[in-house]
């Protein structure tokens, strides 16, 4: 007969042997999760802005979600002084990243599997020009800034604000034109900080709502909310949908996003 008091003392002595590693499992298994690569990213900026940039002169704002026009936008940091202000958007992301200025949509490729998301600079640029209309400021003092963090390496030219996680305090720094009044800095701090939403849960939760209904809107304006590409009307050719009409991204076989016919 099995003695169950015996295997129970055994599994704890095994568990007991190596509890210190259930903490670090966890660990990484959150650092691997969307949220907490995006934590990372943020925490890597954060440090590289604490460390390497004199705090009596640049100014950090951390996690901004402002309200527009049409529900809200979520900044990763804003870094105030006289030199400007530095809108900053931080992707976490490996691979080889393939892309330009122009483009509407970005490349990376992971191995024999490559997939496209949207230009992060264009990203950023709803973010600059709400900070732009919010403080009535001119364009010319605001800078977007990409930084990737991650095991990504650039495979096309990227312009000097696209750079990674060890590249946008040089960005930053080679800005060295006083543009804006020490006096304007102080109070484009207070204005962020007064004008920002609370960060709470439900914050983030109602922004990532806002964006699901963008994404929603892409779909019914033919726009394949993956890679920007056209949604065209196609035709299932087998399976239990064969028949039935659907839109199928152009960009078939990169990207396989469909739609249904409404």
């Not at 009535?136 to 990504?152: A, N, Q, R, T």
């Not at 849960?201 to 994404?215: D, F, G, P, Y």
């Not at 087998?238 to 078939?252: H, R």
């Amino acid at each position: 007969m099995l003695d169950l008091s015996a295997v129970f003392s055994s599994v704890l002595a095994n568990l007991v042997q190596v509890w210190y590693l259930i903490p670090l499992v966890l660990i990484i298994l959150f650092f691997k999760s969307p949220f907490g690569k995006g934590l990372l990213g943020e925490m890597l900026v954060n440090f590289a802005v604490n460390v390497r940039l004199d705090k009596q002169i640049y100014h950090l704002i951390k996690n901004v979600t402002l309200p527009t026009e049409n529900g809200t936008t979520q900044i990763d940091h804003i870094v105030v002084s006289e030199f400007g202000i530095f809108v900053i958007e931080t992707k976490n992301m490996k691979g080889w990243i393939f892309g330009d200025e122009k483009q509407k949509t970005w490349s990376q490729k992971i191995y024999k599997h490559t997939s496209n998301f949207q230009n992060p600079l264009h990203q950023n640029y709803k973010h600059v020009k709400t900070i732009e209309s919010a403080l009535g400021i001119d364009h010319s003092k605001i800078f977007s800034v990409i930084v990737f963090v991650g095991d990504s390496t650039f495979k096309t030219k990227m312009p000097e604000n696209v750079t990674y996680a060890g590249g946008f305090i040089g960005y930053i720094k080679s800005k060295t034109d006083k543009i804006i009044l020490q006096a304007e800095v102080n109070q484009i701090v207070t204005a962020i900080e007064s004008g920002r939403l609370s960060r709470t849960l439900k914050t983030h939760r109602e922004h990532v709502k806002h964006v699901q209904n963008i994404v929603k809107e892409k779909e019914n304006t033919n726009v394949c909310p993956k890679c920007g590409s056209e949604l065209v009307l196609r035709v299932a050719k087998q399976g239990t949908n064969k028949g039935n009409e659907f839109y199928g991204c152009s960009n078939y076989p990169k990207c396989r996003h469909t739609a249904q016919v409404i």
